[in-house]
């Protein structure tokens, strides 16, 4: 089947080729993107890098690759320890506490500038604007004059570029964009930021190995980025948007169904063409939203700021993510042409109306802060009063403690603290976007009882979700999936609360009403418009 990441590599190519005519090798730089946050879902035979090598292709050609750092990447994943030649695993699940651990994640926010002598400092702020679609590792490449340098690094993109002035300013010219991979192939350098996944991530990167290829991360862009090296990305399958920067241009593509959002805009002051994940991070560099790229769309900006479009692939019913209305995007972006916080809004509105709770409430708390709009309208529609019952602590990300079992409770209220004043006697609905695994939400019913909460009933205002998703997000495997694993009441058991209701499959399509057709939702109806494929070579595991 072929992917819209086809086009953006021929096209890539073709204008690389024109400027460069003599063909080089390939120099793959390791760098750090969205690779740490899928470490542990995908098999890591990763080999470390030694001396340059000859690589054969089933091609015939040869494939020069040689793994190197520099001086402003980071020194190595935080996940893995290097010996022998090989990644091993270190530390102990037990021993890490991440109470956004039971949701799904976002695996990367991208950004794409063009035509701003700040490129740079932009696209840092927006990359703080999309900082919630992952939070491991930051990175950003820019042009100057015909030649791409990045500077990556683990952490908040605070924390790579807010403590050393000095990695921004050393990233000059017009164009940048954030979190790549950047490579040298034989029409000279190219970057390449993602978001999405390869449903054949697993045979493409196997057969890439067998014929010789070395990878440094877990991460799909690398496979991408072997790909355009010989050419031959047909092969490619699934949901994912791509942002190439070569020494002259800048594409932003989109695949056939369209998954991932990718919007398009132009700053008011200097015209400056602004590709990103959602509209908020336009918003904060003051850019002027135009439209989305449409799926199956390849967008090409020339140095001059001159736009062209290509649209190559069969036309396809776009299968856009339903989930980043219900949790991922920021509630003031707008994402498939319509405002998240309206939508939120109208699903837990719908709630209310489906599920009330039985003999009546005396408060509605969201769980903050993807819950919030919902718990407004299901408040508003239920004429239960709204109040904000959880704090949640803007300044605690994932923290290391001991693994006792009384600790690991504890770590809850770092996160999230309950407003006894508001909870205390009170029969509290509590309104939460999806439960995952059901384990932060136990731990949620818990805090609100030992607030003195008379009872807990909870409201969520997604259906229960059932099938793991192959196009972006990082999910458990279905056997983690408490509602693949259990009905409503045995979930109810679990979490310990009072009532539990989920918004019905039915609901949620009749609340985006005629595009209902135009959304995945197979996360919550098993219906996969591209079907995975990594069990195939999960049975014959390398």
Partial sequence: MANTATAAATAAAAAAAAAHATAGSVTASRRLSSAPQQIGQRRKRLLSCGATSPVPFSSGRRLHITCSSSSSSSSGDPFLSWQGGRAEEVGDAGNVFDCGNDKPREECGVVGILGDPQASRLCSLALHA?????????????????????????????????????????????????????????????????????????????????????????SDTEVVLHLIAISNLRATRGGLFLIFLTADKLYAVRDPYGFRPLVMGRRRLTGAVVFASETCALDLIDAQYEREVNPGEVVIVDADGSISSLCLMPHRQRKACVFEHIYFALPHSVVFGRPVHRERYNFGATLAKESPV????????????????????????????????????????????????????????????????????????????????????????????????????????????????????????????????????????????????????????????????????????????????????ARAEL
């Fill in 130 to 218: 999309l900082q919630h679609r992952g939070q491991e590792g930051a990175g950003i490449v820019s042009c100057d004059g015909g030649t791409l340098k990045s500077v990556t690094g683990l952490g908040l993109v605070s924390e790579v570029f807010g403590s050393d002035p000095s990695k921004l300013e050393s990233l000059h010219g017009n164009a940048a964009i954030g979190h790549p991979f950047l490579a040298g192939y034989r029409f000279g350098q190219v970057a390449v930021a993602h978001n999405g996944n390869l449903v054949n991530y697993s045979a493409l990167r196997a057969r890439l190995e067998d014929n010789g290829s070395i990878f440094n991360t877990s």
């Fill in 358 to 537: 039985p003999g009546g409430a005396d408060v509605v708390i969201p769980v903050p802060d993807s819950g919030f709009f919902a718990a407004l309208g299901y408040a508003e529609m239920s004429g239960i009063p709204f109040q904000q019952g959880l704090i949640r602590s803007h300044y605690v990300g994932r923290t290391f403690i001991q693994p006792s079992q009384e600790i690991r409770d504890l770590g809850v209220r770092l996160k999230l603290a309950p407003v006894r004043g508001i909870l205390e006697g009170k029969r509290v609905v509590v309104v939460d976007d999806s439960i995952v695994r059901g384990t932060t939400s136990s731990k949620i019913v818990r805090l609100i009882r030992d607030a003195g909460a008379k009872e807990v009933h909870m409201r969520i205002a997604s259906p229960p979700i059932v099938g793991s998703c192959y196009y972006g997000v990082d999910t458990p495997c279905s056997d983690e999936l408490i509602s693949n694993r259990m009905d409503v009441e045995g979930v109810r058991r679990k979490i310990g609360s009072d009532s539990l209701a989920f918004l019905s499959l039915d609901s949620l399509r009749m609340s985006l009403g005629e595009e209902a057709p135009t959304y995945c939702d197979a996360c919550f109806s098993r219906d996969y418009p591209v079907q995975p494929m990594e069990y195939e070579v």
